[in-house]
C-alpha cells in the first residue's frame, strides 16, 4: 500500500454502481486510491444488504494486488472467515458488538491468514476495543450509524481516535463514514491513517480530483500538525 501520504485513502464502494463493480474498483484504484473498502452487509447486524464472499471471489482478478479491507457488517462474522479468505480478502474487520467470542474470531482471522480489524459503532466507547489491541491490526472508528453510505459525518467520534493514536502509535486507526474533502483534515488530525471515503469520491463526476483532495488536505493537516508540535 505504497504512498507518498502517510495516510492512506480507501474510497467504499458502497455507492459506487454494483452492476459494474469490477470496472468501479479498477477506476478507483487508477484515480489514486491506496486500497479498497468493501462493504459487506448482511440484513441482521445492520438494516441493508449489499453481497458477500461469492462476489468478492468474482472482483479479486478484476484487481489483482489491491489490498481489500473486507467491513463485515454481520451477525456471525466468524462464520464468513473461510469464505473471504478463499475469495482473497487481505483484512477482516468485523464489529466488536457482533459475536460473544471476539477472541475466537480473531484467532480464526489470523490462522486463515489475514489481517484482523475491529470496529466499534458511534454508540459504543473506544475502550470495548482495549482488550484486543494487541492482537489486531487495525481498529475501525465509525462516523456513522453502519448500513448506509451518504450519512452525516460525526465529528464527536474524533476523541476515541485521540484516545487511541496517544496510546498505540504503530495501530493502524481507520475511520469510516462521511468523510470528504471538508472534513478528512479533522480526522487525519486526531491520528487516523486509514480513511474511507465513499460517496464524497464515488459521487462525484471527478474521483481522481476529489482524492488529490482528500490527499493534499491530509498532508496539510499532518504538516499543520508537526509545526504545531
Ligand atoms: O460502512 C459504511 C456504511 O455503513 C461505509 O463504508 C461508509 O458509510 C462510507 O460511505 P460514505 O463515505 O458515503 O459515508
Ligand atoms: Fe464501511
Not at 480473531?106 to 482488550?131: D, N, Q, Y
Not at 476523541?159 to 469510516?176: C, M, N, S, T
Not at 464524497?200 to 488529490?212: K, Q
Request: hydrophobic share 40%.
Amino acid at each position: 500500500m505504497a504512498t507518498s501520504c502517510e495516510c492512506k485513502i480507501g474510497p467504499s464502494i458502497l455507492a459506487a454502481d454494483l452492476s459494474m463493480l469490477g470496472t468501479e474498483c479498477q477506476r478507483l484504484m487508477e484515480c489514486g486510491a491506496d486500497y479498497l473498502h468493501l462493504d459487506v452487509m448482511d440484513g441482521h447486524f445492520v438494516p441493508n444488504i449489499t453481497f458477500g464472499h461469492p462476489v468478492v471471489k468474482c472482483l479479486r482478478p478484476k484487481v489483482p494486488g489491491v489490498f481489500f479491507d473486507m467491513h463485515m457488517m454481520v451477525a456471525k462474522p466468524e462464520q464468513w472467515v473461510e469464505g473471504m479468505t478463499d475469495a482473497g480478502a487481505n483484512q477482516f474487520t468485523f464489529h466488536v458488538e457482533a459475536t460473544d467470542d471476539v477472541i475466537g474470531c480473531i484467532r480464526k482471522i489470523k490462522e486463515a491468514g489475514m489481517k484482523v480489524g475491529l470496529g466499534v459503532k458511534p454508540g459504543t466507547p473506544v475502550s470495548a476495543l482495549v482488550p484486543y489491541i494487541e492482537l489486531i491490526d487495525m481498529a475501525l472508528v465509525m462516523t456513522v450509524e453502519p448500513g448506509f453510505g451518504g450519512q452525516k459525518f460525526m465529528s464527536d467520534m474524533m476523541p476515541k481516535v485521540q484516545y487511541l493514536r496517544q496510546r498505540y502509535q504503530d495501530l493502524d486507526i481507520e475511520v469510516d463514514g462521511g468523510v470528504g474533502p471538508s472534513n478528512i483534515d479533522v480526522v487525519a488530525e486526531a491520528g487516523a491513517n486509514m480513511i474511507v471515503s465513499g460517496t464524497a469520491v464515488t459521487g462525484s463526476d471527478e474521483p481522481r480530483a476529489v482524492i488529490n483532495r482528500l490527499k493534499q488536505s491530509v498532508e496539510e493537516a499532518l504538516q499543520k500538525a508537526r509545526l504545531e508540535r
